[in-house]
């Protein structure tokens, strides 16, 4: 089991991330402290209370979800910017446009059975080219996942190989035994399920999923987070739900980016202004200059 203690100082994220690339998965062991921990159990615990159990035998008859947990949580930037997250997302998903993907409360209730394993990148229905990875997750645990309590399961190297692989061998699997606070962070190609509860208790947990920002996410973010609730936001949040502009106009709200809708004066009509590549504005100069030349001409 690839387990790392955040509490016991500096990481050295560049081995981390090979290590999450080798193995498709790791723990980080005490990633928030006692208080974000015991804060976010408790902005957490009414709406575990009112959620319903879920439909399905993938999500599971005995098992609760909800999301929009940026607006549930009164510290999200904890968990969603915490910043040994960032950095291994970042190197996993090899550029810097990333956004998040989704966030999803999780309580598996006593008597629940394991979950199918599957692969999270298959939500996008379309061929994966390997080695590219296309998103990486985060499952916090709020209470200490036991191999008996539901820990969620993953299979070393699972992401090596073939990925249409969906039905591994029962005794590859390992359970992400961890206590409450730390992190799982494995990547999208890697297969995973959700563990049986043998115990007397729920176990819960929360998932932050992060993708490339040229896919669609799985939680529509602008009806997650309309601009209503993305004002209380700090920008790097804001941002990593899709208040930003992308690649010359991608993303754009009346021609500008949509970081604009966060302001409180906003006019009915916005000033279109150029976004693009170094490359493209120099590629339009240089027509113009031709231009230029021919009618001097």
């Known amino acids: 089991m690839t387990i790392h203690d955040v509490s016991t100082g500096a990481l050295d994220v560049l081995a981390l991330s090979e290590r999450l690339r080798d193995e498709g998965y790791l723990i980080l062991e005490n990633a928030v402290g006692g208080w974000a921990l015991e804060r976010a159990r408790d902005d957490l615990a009414p709406c575990f209370a009112q959620a319903p159990f879920c ?3 993938f999500y599971g008859h005995t098992t609760k979800r909800f ?5 549930r949580l009164r510290d999200p930037d904890v968990f969603a910017l915490h910043p040994v997250i960032m950095a291994l997302v970042q190197s996993a998903l090899g550029d810097a446009s990333v956004q998040l993907n989704l966030t999803q409360a999780i309580e598996i209730h006593p008597g629940a059975p394991v979950q199918t394993p599957h692969r999270d990148h298959d939500m996008w229905r379309c061929a994966k080219t390997p080695p590219v990875t296309y998103m990486v997750n985060v499952m916090w645990a709020l209470d200490g996942f036991t191999a008996d309590n539901g820990a969620t399961r993953v299979w070393p190297r699972s992401n090596h190989g073939d990925w249409n692989e969906m039905l591994p061998r029962e005794v590859d699997a390992r359970s992400a035994v961890a206590p409450a606070g730390s992190a ?3 990547l999208g190609q890697t ?9 007397a208790k729920p176990r819960r947990g929360m998932i932050f999923s992060y993708c490339h920002d040229w896919l669609l996410p799985d939680e529509n973010p602008w009806l997650a987070y309309p601009p209503s609730v993305a004002r209380t936001f700090s920008p790097a949040l804001a941002d990593l739900v899709g208040y930003r502009q992308r690649f010359a106009g991608l993303n754009n709200f009346e021609g500008r980016s949509p970081a604009e809708l966060l302001r409180g004066d906003l006019p009915e009509f ?3 202004a150029d976004d693009m590549s170094p490359e493209q504005q120099a590629l339009i100069e240089q027509y113009h200059a031709s231009l230029d030349g021919l009618a001097a001409a």
């Open 55 to 57: 439909d399905g035998l």
């Open 67 to 71: 999301g929009r947990l940026l607006s």
């Open 184 to 186: 799982i962070v494995f």
């Open 191 to 199: 297969l995973h399920s959700g563990g049986a509860n043998r115990s």
């Open 270 to 272: 916005f000033r279109f």
